[in-house]
């Protein structure tokens, strides 16, 4: 069962606009890691965030902001006036306190197009 | 900075080949992995190792094997490649120590198989 879900496939956006990823997770454990991950047209997976589950304060990095909701099981990501440069996909992924090899269960992805 | 790099970022194969994939980290990091990306599949883990010459199987591991012989270094083989392995493969390490499952990628590698 997919445990991360991100149910927007792609998203295009015209730039200045402020644009929400969502991602949905689940898992029976209470300690746990949430994640957000970009990728680039490049390729390689840049490290934006981690959340413990203990902590549900909102994070706000420039126009990066996440909103964590345990009682919705939701880690959402919103930009802020979008950039060609926010152009990318974007992973949300879950580490489970019970997985002794600290794998992580990523979403599939939403794709964002920032336009001019 | 995390450096993690991989030996080819584009890869031509045919099959039945044996292939090889490197990752090298330079933060003594004693978590590697490798993952493979697909459109609409995401990023599914194949293998990884938490220590030198100790593997455990991901969600794909078949068709594949891996290398830990020094603690920098994680390979990955195709023992005899087939079309259904083209596809980007990514590597990835992490720390047994503080934000332990905290990883950091390499750039990719764009393997095609004819």
């Known amino acids: 069962a997919q445990k991360v879900t991100q149910a927007q496939t792609e998203i295009s956006v015209v730039e200045k606009e402020d644009v929400t990823l969502d991602c949905v997770y689940e898992t029976r454990d209470t300690t746990y890691y949430l994640f957000w991950y970009k990728q680039p047209p490049s390729g390689e997976l840049v490290f934006l965030i981690r959340?413990?589950?203990?902590?549900?304060q909102n994070e706000i990095s420039g126009r990066y902001s996440w909103n964590f909701q345990k009682s919705t099981s939701s880690f959402n990501f919103t930009i802020t006036a979008s950039q060609v440069v926010d152009s990318a996909v974007y992973f949300c992924?879950?580490?489970?306190?019970?997985?002794?090899?600290?794998?992580?269960?990523f979403g599939k992805g939403t794709s964002l197009l920032v336009t001019p | 900075d995390v450096k993690v790099t991989q030996s080819s970022r584009y890869l031509v194969k045919r099959t039945g080949e044996k292939v090889f994939l490197e990752c090298v980290q330079d933060?003594?990091?004693?978590?590697m992995f490798w993952y493979r990306q697909d459109p609409g599949l995401g990023l599914r883990l194949i293998y990884f190792s938490y220590d030198v010459k100790m593997k455990e199987k991901g969600d794909i591991p078949e068709g594949y094997s891996v290398s830990r012989e020094k603690k920098e270094r994680f390979s990955l083989i195709l023992e005899s490649a087939s079309t259904n392995q083209t596809s980007m493969y990514l590597c990835a390490s992490s720390s047994r120590t503080g934000a332990t499952d905290t990883q950091y990628f390499g750039p990719g590698t764009r393997l095609t198989v004819l």
């Open positions: 959340r413990n589950s203990f902590d549900e």
């Open positions: 992924a879950l580490s489970e306190g019970s997985n002794s090899g600290y794998a992580l269960n």
């Open positions: 933060m003594d990091h004693e978590n």
